[in-house]
């Protein structure tokens, strides 16, 4: 079962530009890209300690993930 969350409306708005800048060139693989981004933030809401520190990047206590490589196709 995934978990449930709410996006910000700016999330909605940024992964929207992603789609769009995507979908210029490959409008299959902006909908794969966002079903991947959805489903990341799903699965981080169920479990929400998964991802890593980078106390490199930030002291601020957030974890960081990141969504599997894409083959695009051509574009």
Known sequence: MS????PTTEAIEDLD????????E????????????????????????????RPDITKLPVRFRT???FDFGHL
Do not use: T
């Not at 978990?3 to 709410?6: A, D, L, P, R």
């Not at 693989?29 to 799903?42: F, G, K, L, M, N």
């Open 26 to 53: 490959n409008r299959d693989a902006a909908d794969r890209v966002e079903a991947a981004i959805i489903a990341a933030c799903h699965r981080l809401a169920e479990y929400p300690r998964l991802g890593i520190q």
């Open 17 to 24: 530009s992603i789609w769009w800048f995507i979908a210029q």
């Open 67 to 69: 969504i599997p490589k």
């Open 3 to 6: 978990g449930s969350f709410k």
